[in-house]
């Protein structure tokens, strides 16, 4: 069952569900709003052949990103979602998708036990402005049936925007353990 | 918990779930098919800015239909009211149109609880695909919920066709600075 805007409330207020930091007012009658991070990558493909993937941080322009179309970006959520005993999903609002704009690309579900800020795929249909802090998406929470897993992946235990591991063959990739830099650049 | 085609008919026929008009023959074994309105919106600007309020251009599907270009972007909707104040709706695609290269929403599937009107599509073609006014395009699911329910009543409640972002209205914008 997915949880109403009063009981993520209560659930919140137990610690059963990680929300930080959290706002009755982004309470939704079924989800919770949340918000842009501050950290946004684009995504670049380059070399012949068999190109490799090069993550290029966006400069903020006047406190806002300009996303363009058939570019691919990573960001992040400014709040720490999680939860030990529900199933976190995460989609975007109705009022950004009807801007075109993809938060996630058909992976909304969260595995229980991982409480992180969330990596955003974001995918824009028309060019568009964002601006970090504003609320960009949503999160609902599901009960689930049988005995927890205990969780032990590798994305939840990041903060910040992560990139695909899809290639890398180990569970502790070198170079993906590193959170997102410009190619070459320093942290 | 899911409805399953034959209790969304009873919750239709008690008036828990609106589907308005209600065909018995778009039932699934866990789901209602929506049909497309004949109405799109495209937006004006070459670049959408959340903070304004966007002008937009209506179009009409002919009877011939509207071809949809590759990697576009519209707003189209149901024809249908739905909604309900005790099950969830959400919306999804019907596996033949995500077959054929359309989204019909752009990662915003959930619908709030007591939100009742036509559901606005938003439409993300990856091909030239042409779409036809009553095409069985989407279709809904119904999630029993838990905890107290407070009802939807917000920007979009009675939605009739397709409705552009509401979000410039959006308060939390008073918290960020502005531009420039």
Redesign the interface.
């Known amino acids: 069952?997915?949880?109403?805007?009063?009981?993520?409330t209560?659930a919140v207020a137990a610690g059963d569900i990680v929300i930080d930091p959290f706002a009755t007012e982004r309470v939704?009658?079924?989800?919770y709003n949340y918000?842009l991070g501050h950290e946004i990558h684009e995504v670049v493909m380059e070399g012949e052949g068999q190109p490799e993937a090069s993550h290029v941080r966006l400069a903020p322009d006047?406190?806002?990103y300009?996303l363009r179309?058939?570019r691919f970006y990573l960001g992040h959520t400014l709040e720490r979602i999680g939860s030990a005993h529900y199933v976190t999903?995460l989609?975007?609002?109705?009022?950004?998708?009807?801007?075109?704009?993809?938060?996630?690309l058909s992976a909304?579900l969260g595995h229980q036990g991982a409480v992180h800020r969330w990596t955003l795929e974001l995918l824009p249909?028309?060019?568009?402005?964002?601006?970090p802090?504003?609320?960009i998406?949503?999160v609902?929470f599901w009960?689930i049936q049988g005995a927890p897993a205990p969780y032990a992946g590798w994305y939840g235990r990041h903060d910040r925007p992560m990139p695909s591991k899809l290639h890398q063959p180990s569970a502790e990739p070198p170079r993906a353990s590193q959170p997102l830099t410009r190619t070459g650049e320093s942290q | 918990?899911i409805l399953s085609g034959p209790e969304i008919r009873r919750q239709v026929e008690n008036d828990v779930i609106t589907v308005t008009p209600f065909e018995p023959e778009h039932l699934n074994p866990n789901s209602i098919d929506l049909t497309l309105e004949d109405t799109v919106l495209r937006?004006c600007n070459?670049?959408?800015?959340?903070?304004e309020e966007?002008e937009v251009q209506e179009v009409k599907i002919p009877s011939t239909g509207l071809q949809l270009e590759p990697?576009?972007?519209c707003?189209g909707s149901s024809r249908e009211t739905v909604g309900s104040a005790e099950f969830?709706p959400m919306v999804h695609a019907k596996s033949s149109t995500a077959r054929a290269g359309l989204f019909v929403?752009?990662?915003?599937?959930?619908i709030?609880?007591?939100?009742v009107g036509t559901v606005?599509f938003?439409l993300?073609s990856t091909l030239p695909l042409t779409v036809y006014p009553g095409m069985r395009i989407a279709q809904m699911t119904f999630?029993?919920?838990?905890?107290?329910?407070?009802?939807?009543s917000g920007k979009?409640q009675g939605s009739k066709g397709p409705?552009?972002?509401?979000?410039f209205r959006?308060p939390?914008?008073q918290?960020?600075?502005?531009?420039?």
């Open positions: 069952m997915i949880l109403t805007g009063a009981a993520i209560r939704n009658p079924n989800s918000r006047g406190g806002r300009l179309k058939g999903s989609i975007g609002r109705s009022s950004i998708g009807r801007l075109g704009l993809f938060v996630q909304n249909a028309l060019d568009i402005y964002v601006y802090g504003q609320v998406g949503q609902s009960n | 918990m937006y070459p670049v959408i800015d959340p903070r966007q990697l576009g972007f707003l969830v929403h752009v990662t915003a599937d959930l709030d609880i007591g939100s606005t938003q993300f999630w029993r919920p838990q905890g107290e329910i407070i009802l939807y979009y409705r552009k972002s509401m979000i959006d939390f914008w918290s960020l600075p502005v531009h420039g």
